[in-house]
């Protein structure tokens, strides 16, 4: 499982890669398929935007963007609209348990 904070016209302090890195480590808890997750961090003039993109078995790719004067608030909104997104993928595959893409998105690897 690996996570990626990049900036945009932006140079991504410690604190602010740390915020967003601890941030999508909660996700990765709660969504153990989730394999890789990428954090794009950018400035234009006065607005701070997060743009969240998880990537999970099955080519699932889940995406989330936010806009604000602030950059932390921006990565709360951008992880939470990734979170609510995996949530109602997750409802699709209990109402249509046929879908193999949603089958494996829940359930955590076999050990063996």
Known sequence: ???EVTGRHVDVSDSMRHYAEKRLDKLVAEFPRVDK????LDIQKFT????VIAHAARHIQIEGKASSENMYASIDEAVDKVESQLRKTIE???EHKGNAKLRDLESTPEEG
């Open 1 to 3: 499982m690996t996570i």
């Open 37 to 40: 997750i990428h954090a794009i």
């Open 48 to 51: 701070h935007m997060a743009e």
């Open 92 to 94: 699709k595959r209990h």
